[in-house]
């Protein structure tokens, strides 16, 4: 059972719901990624999505696209991630790390030596944005044979048909993107995510994380009543960004930290309601 797999079910058993930070490698320096994912697990992360810099990021929006530029500056590399990546494991075995980018990064390494690469280090799931199931199947299977989870994005638009070809490969969870956009964007119909997610459950049996869109405690919240997992990137990012430099890890910190409190309000809630029945 893989370090997601298990990360689920003991969530799973003690009713609470995952909490999956988004930050990027290299910002707002090479030096403080792993600091920082360390205070991410410190504030109640349970799984880190770890963005690779990339120059063109379709999928993400101005707060994001602005991560990968600062960390761009200073020529930070796939290479670069996996390192950081492994220098978390030496005292972190526990908390799975999730590689959220783009396939040139990896194309221009190697899809073979990257995947090699990426077990050695530690990653447990790689979320490759314009990688789409139906035209990488031999991908999929190099990262099954490594036991690396290959994580897809399903939209408000998915067609249903392609939700049913996924479910067939999907691995460690499904990341659904709560709106029609990219990443940041302030609006989230819960109401619409909700009934989604009671839609794809019928074709998916791994826990669905919801992501885009959330960016405060309340958000959070509401989402995690209905998904798996909620993830969070961009008010993230944005703390990173306004924060001094000396004030980065405790902003940082406090943010999760009330994400996860409100995010636990959920299984406190859950668990009373199952002790007056």
């Known amino acids: ?37 360390h205070e991410l697990v410190n504030a109640g992360a349970d799984i880190i999505e770890l963005g690779v810099p990339f120059s063109d990021p379709m999928a993400d929006g101005p707060t994001i696209q602005s991560s990968y530029e600062r960390a761009l500056k200073y020529h930070v590399s796939l290479k670069d991630v996996l390192e950081m990546v492994a220098e978390f494991r030496r005292t972190n075995t526990v908390t799975p790390v999730v590689l959220m980018g783009y396939a040139n990064p ?54 249903q048909i392609r939700i049913q070809q996924m479910a067939k490969r999907v691995q460690g969870f499904v990341y659904y993107v709560a709106l029609k956009g990219v990443t940041g964007a302030a609006h989230i119909d819960l109401s619409e995510v909700a009934n989604k997610l009671a839609g794809l459950r019928s ?72 002790i007056k029945r």
């Open 203 to 274: 074709y998916i049996s791994i826990p669905i994380g919801v992501g885009f869109g959330i960016h405060d405690g309340a958000t959070a919240r509401a989402v995690a009543e209905f998904a798996d997992a909620v993830v969070v990137g961009s008010r993230i990012i944005a703390e990173i960004e306004k924060s001094a430099e000396e004030e980065v890890l405790v902003n940082v910190y406090r943010l999760v930290k009330s994400l996860r409190s409100a995010i636990d309000k959920v299984g406190i809630k859950h668990r009373i309601a199952r």
């Open 1 to 37: 059972m893989s370090r997601i797999a298990v990360t689920f079910d003991t969530l799973r058993q003690n009713n609470r719901k995952a909490l999956i930070p988004f930050i990027t490698a290299g910002d707002p320096e090479p030096a403080m990624t792993v600091l920082l994912m």
């Open 106 to 159: 990896v194309e221009a390494m190697g899809y073979q030596k990257f995947v090699i690469k990426a077990k050695e280090c530690g990653v447990d799931g790689v979320l490759t944005v314009d990688c789409p199931p139906e035209e990488c199947e031999e991908w999929i299977e190099n990262l099954k044979q490594e036991k690396i989870d290959t994580i897809f994005l399903i939209s408000p638009t998915t067609p």
